[in-house]
């Protein structure tokens, strides 16, 4: 498994994977036709040129297109993560692999100290995989201000949050290597 640059030429193969009904209503953006999809992805490579997000296409071990990562309202070192992967591959790990590649390239290669995750109470899912995640807490009572934004209009989100110390921290006790250490080129 791989991160690398959106690319409008997956869009096809993402279109397809993102439209299923175990994906389609916890994707943050929603599209009603492949060419609104082809749009948004031009609209995301844009941004991150920008520098208001940073968004990664994930690949499986073929090179094929699995579903997407991306760090969404970057705003003082800390944003939103966003994560969808097909249901194709649903259980087989591409989610933790992908996190993990996603916060080294953020918090070792990039400007990032926290990463949020905000995560629908009916997600069961999502909310499994995340606290799964050795160096995700759950940050509902840590950050009140902020998990009170998010639930503006009900309770309906739980908050995560993932800390480059927190991470790093993780990467060292399991003698993870990071990208720099794997010598990693951007893609």
Known sequence: MTLKKRDVADCHVMYDLLIDPAVFPFVRQKVSSYDEFVFLTKQTIEAEERGELISRTIVDEWGAPIG?????????GSGFLGTWIGKPYFGKGYNKLAK???FSELFFSGDIQTVFMRIRKEN?????AAQKLPYCS??????????????????????????KDQYHLYMMRTAQPTLDELGAKEA
């Open 124 to 128: 069961i899912r999502s909310t499994m």
């Open 138 to 163: 759950l940050a509902n009572e840590l950050r009140p201000d902020l998990y009170r934004m998010i639930n503006q209009s009900g309770d309906h989100y739980h908050l995560f949050q993932i800390e």
């Open 68 to 76: 997407a990562i991306t760090l969404y309202d970057i705003e003082n």
């Open 100 to 102: 993990e590649a996603f």
